[in-house]
C-alpha cells in the first residue's frame, strides 16, 4: 500500500515538530505548553484507551500535584473545544480513560512510520529513497518541541533517533544507486551537526572516496579520531577503521556496484538442514498441520510456522523432519542456524545475518555493518526465490524479526519454548509429550521392537516414567540399545526412584537435566522461586491461590509469572475446573529436576514454611467453603484460628462455590495433609483433615473419610490439642454409627464428652451431644434425645451457631414426626427453617425442608411436599449427595403414590434404594429400604416389598437398634401375612 498524502493541509494531527491540529483551513496550536503536552501524549497513544494514572504519570512522573486529576479534566474539556471549534470530535471518554480517535493518513507520527515500514520491506534502494524521503519531509523541528510534560524528552529522544536511523538508512540507498556526489553535501552538513555519530562519518568518507576525492575521506577520519580520543579517551568504531584501512588500499570492494544493486558471488543454493531422523515416530496430525502451512497458497507475506512446546519435547528433530518433506518446493535452497534460545548468550540477529548473507554468496567484504542494512540485504536477496528458513532455538519475537524474508515465495519454520505470540504466525503447532502408544513405538524404534515386545509391561513403565518425553524417551531407548544383554525392567526399576531418575536419564553427551538446566537458569528468579516451590508440593496441580501461597506475592503478579512460565512450557494449563479456575500442572520430570533446584536452593527451614503457608491458606479457602455451606460452625471455627490472609476475591470465590471448591481442591487437600504430616505441621494437618473429611461426609465417600479421619486421628495425638483428640474420634464414631457399629461409637463419643467437660469446650461438647443424639434416636431413645436437644440447642444459640442451632431443632422436629405429633414437628422445623437462613448456610436449610416436605405430606399438602422434595433432590444432585438423594426420591415416591402415579412411584423408588446403595451408609440403606419396602407394599406390590425387606433386615441386625428391627419384622410380617391372603 502507497501512502500518498500531502504534506502540511491534508493532515489533522502533527507531532513531529510543534503539536498542531488542523481542521477547517484553519491551524490550532492549543495554547499552553502544558496542554500541548497532553494532546502530544494522547497521539502517541492513538486509538487506544489512556487512563487517568498513566496521564498524570506521563505529565508528572512520579510528584504529581494535589490538582493533577483537576488539570487534565480542564485540559480534555480545552481540547475538546479547541476540536469541534475546528469541527472535529476525536477525544471520547472511555471507562477508566480517553481515547483519541486518528486514522493513519490523519497524524503525521502515523505516515512517517508507514513509510519507514515501506522502505523496511526488502525494497530496491530506489523505493527506500522515495519512501524515506516522503516520510522525512513530515518532519518540521524536533518531535513535541513546544510540548510539556515529564514524559517529553524521552520521547523526543527516541523519536529524533529514529529520524537519524531513517537519514542514514536513506543514505546507503542513495549510495548503492551511485549518487554519491548528491550525498555530500548533505552529509557534510550532517556530520557537523553530529560529529560523534561514526555511521554518518563513515558514509562521508566512502561518499568522499567514491567522488575522488581520497586524501578528504581520510582526513575526515583522522579528524574523527582526534575529536573521540580528546574528548572521550576512545578510538573509532570497527566499521570506520575498516573502512580507513579500506581506503588506504584502494580496496576495489569500495566501488559502487554496477547499476547500483548489490551483487553476489557466484555459488550453489545453500543447503544448511541437519540429517534428517531415522525414527521419526508418530506426529502425524502435528506434521500434517506444519507442512500444511509450508506448502500452501503464497501471499505477499512468507508463510511462517512456530513449533513450540517443553524442553525435551522434540522440537528441532520435527523442525528438521518437516524441512526435509517440503525441500524439494524450495529448490533455492535452506537456510538453518541455531539461535540458542536456552543459553546464556543466545545469537545475535547480526551474526546470523552475516552468516546467511555469506550463504547467499553475498562477499563477506560487501556486508553492511548495522543491522538494518544487514537486513535490508537480505531480504534483497531472497526476493523472487523460493528458499526455505529453519530458525531453531528462537529466544522471543525481537530476536527473529530482522531474520525474516520479505518475499511470499519464502517459507519459514520457527522453533521456540515460548509462545510467539508477537510474531503474527498464522500455524502455531504445540508439540505435547507422547501418549503411551508413541513412546513404546519410540522405544521399539531404538532398542528394538522385538526386545520391548518380550516386556511389553515394562516398555510401557519405562514410557510412563519418561512421562513421554521425546529426549526422555531417546535416551533410554539408547541405554538399552548400548546394554542388550539387560533387561528393560531393570532400567524400570532405576528409573522408579525419583532421586536418582534424571542421573538415569543421561547418555552419551545426551540429558534432561542439561536441557532443563539451560531452560532454569534463563528464568528469572520470580519464576525459577514459583517453579521450585510448587514442585516442592505434593499436589499433581495447583489453582492460582496455591501459587500465591507458596511466594507470598499479590495474586496480580503471581498470575503473570504463571502466565510466562506457560508461554514457555515450563508449566501447563491442565484444564479448568468445575468452579472456573485455572489449573495449572508440570511434567513430572520437571517436577523432578524442580524439587532437586529446591533440595540445593532453599533451606530446610523455608521448605517446612512453604508447606505451612499453602496449609494456612488452604484452611482460610476451606474454612469460608464450608462456612458459605454450614454456617460458621465448630469445624469452620477451629480451621480459622491458624487462617491467614487471602485475597478478597479468591475468598468470595472459594465462598461461592462451597463444596464444589472443595471437591476441585481434593488432591491438593490430600497432597498437603501428608505434608504436614512429614514436616510436624500436626496442628495444621488435623484442621486440614477436618475440612477435607467435609467433602467425602457430603458426597458419601465413606471408604475416604474413614481414611481421611485415621490421618487426623494421628496427628491430633501427635498435636497435643486436646479438643483435637477429642473432636476426631467423636467423627470416626459418628460415621460408625451411620455404618451400624453403635455400641463401639457410644463408648468413642463417651470418652469425648469427658474431653470436652474437662476443658471447658462448650461448644465442642455440643458436637459431640449432637452425635449422641443420632446414635440415641437411631436406638429408639427419643425421650432421653428430646431432653439433650434441649440442652445443646441454647449451647448453639450462645455460640452463634446457627447450623448446629437449625440441625438440633429439625431433630427434635424429626422424633416428634416419628412419634405421630405432627403439629408438634410442623412448629419445630418451620423455626429450623428460619434459624439456618439467618446464616449463609444452605446445606441445614435443604435438609430441613426435606423434613418439611414429610409434614407437608402428612397434613395433606402434597404440592408444598413435591417442591420440597424437588429442591432437595436437586440440590443434592448438584453436589454428589447420595445421601441427600436417596431421601428426596423416597419423598418424591409417597407424593407419587398419593397422586395415584404408581408407575412414577415405582421408578422413584428405585432410584432411592439405587442412591442408598451408593451412598455406601448403612443406616441410610437400611431406613430407605425399609421405607421403599413399605412403600411397595402400599402399592400392592408385595413381592417386591418382601425382597426388599429381606435384603435389608440382616444389616439391620447389624445396626443394634432394637425399635429398627422391630419396625422392620413387623412390616415384613404384614407383607407375608398378605400375600397369603392374596393366594
Known sequence: M????????????????????????????????????????LLLNANKVVTMETVIDALWGGAPPPSARAQIYSGIHAIRRELRALGLDEVASSRGGYTLRADAANLDLALFEGYVRQAGAGQPPEQVVRSLRRGLALWNGPALSDASGAYVEAVRVHLEETRLGCVETLIDAELALGRHDHAIGELRRLVAEHPLRERLHAQLMLALYRGGRRIEALDLSRDLRRRLVEEHGLDPGQAVTELEQAILRADPGLAPPPNGSVTATPGGAPAQLPADTTDFTGRDRDLAQALSALAGPRGSAPPICAITGPPGV???????????????????????????????????????LAAFLRALGVDGRRIPEAREERSALYRTMLAG??????????????????????????????TSRRRLAGLGAPTTVELLPFDGEESVELLGRIAGSARVAAEDAEAREVARLCGGLPLALRIAGSRLAARPHRRIAELARRLADEQRRLDELSYSGLGVRAGLDLAYQALGEAERRLLRRLAFLDVPEAGPWLAVAVVGERPADTEETLERLTDIH?????????????????????????RERMAEEETADMAVSVVSSAARHLLRLAAEARSADRGHDYYARLAGE????????????????????????????????RQTEAHGLFDEGWRIALMGGWLYDIRCWAGEYRKILSIAYRMAEKSGDRRAQAIVPALAAELGVLAGALDEAARTLASSERIFAEIGD?????????????????????????????????????MEDHSGEAHTLRCVGQIHLVEGRVPEALRYLEEALRVAGRSRGGWKRLNTLYWLGEVYL????????????????????????FTGGAFARLGLA??????????????????????????????????????????LARLGDLARAGETIERVLPRIDGLASPPMRAEAVDLLARVREGRKAGA
Not at 519475537?397 to 519454520?413: I, K, R
Open 2 to 41: 502507497t501512502l500518498e498524502v500531502p504534506h502540511g493541509g491534508g493532515m489533522t494531527f502533527s507531532v513531529l515538530g510543534p503539536v498542531r491540529v488542523r481542521g477547517g483551513g484553519a491551524v490550532s496550536a492549543l495554547g499552553r505548553s502544558q496542554r500541548r503536552g497532553l494532546l502530544g501524549f
Open 314 to 352: 522434540g522440537k528441532t528433530v520435527f523442525a528438521v523432519h518437516a524441512a526435509h518433506r517440503v525441500r524439494e518446493s524450495h529448490p533455492d535452497g535452506q537456510l538453518f542456524v541455531d539461535l540458542r534460545g536456552a543459553d546464556s548468550r543466545p545469537a545475535e540477529p547480526d551474526e546470523v
Open 385 to 414: 526465490r523460493r528458499v526455505l528458513v529453519v530458525l531453531d532455538n528462537v529466544t522471543d519475537e525481537s530476536q527473529v524479526q530482522p531474520l525474516l524474508p520479505g518475499a511470499g515465495t519464502c517459507s519459514v519454520l520457527v
Open 570 to 594: 515450563l508449566l501447563r494449563v491442565t484444564g479448568v475446573d468445575g468452579t472456573g479456575q485455572i489449573r495449572y500442572g508440570m511434567h513430572d520430570l520437571v517436577r523432578t529436576y524442580c
Open 642 to 673: 491458624l487462617a491467614v490472609a487471602v485475597d478478597e476475591k479468591t475468598v468470595r470465590h472459594a465462598a461461592e462455590h462451597a463444596v464444589n471448591w472443595l471437591e476441585a481442591e481434593a488432591a491438593t487437600v490430600h497432597g498437603v495433609l
Open 762 to 798: 462448650e461448644h465442642g461438647l455440643a458436637e459431640v451431644w449432637r452425635m449422641l443424639v443420632t446414635l440415641e434416636r437411631t436406638r429408639g431413645e427419643h425421650t432421653v434425645a428430646l431432653r439433650r436437644c434441649e440442652r445443646i440447642r441454647e449451647t448453639f444459640r450462645v
Open 858 to 881: 402428612r397434613v395433606g399438602r402434597a404440592g408444598e411436599a413435591r417442591d420440597a422434595f424437588l429442591k432437595v433432590a436437586e440440590a443434592a444432585d448438584r453436589v454428589g449427595d
Open 894 to 935: 409417597h407424593v407419587a403414590i398419593e397422586a395415584g402415579e404408581r408407575r412414577q412411584a415405582r421408578t422413584l423408588l428405585a432410584a432411592a434404594l439405587d442412591h442408598a446403595e451408593r451412598s455406601e451408609l448403612t443406616l441410610v440403606l437400611c431406613k430407605i429400604g425399609l421405607a421403599v419396602g413399605e412403600a
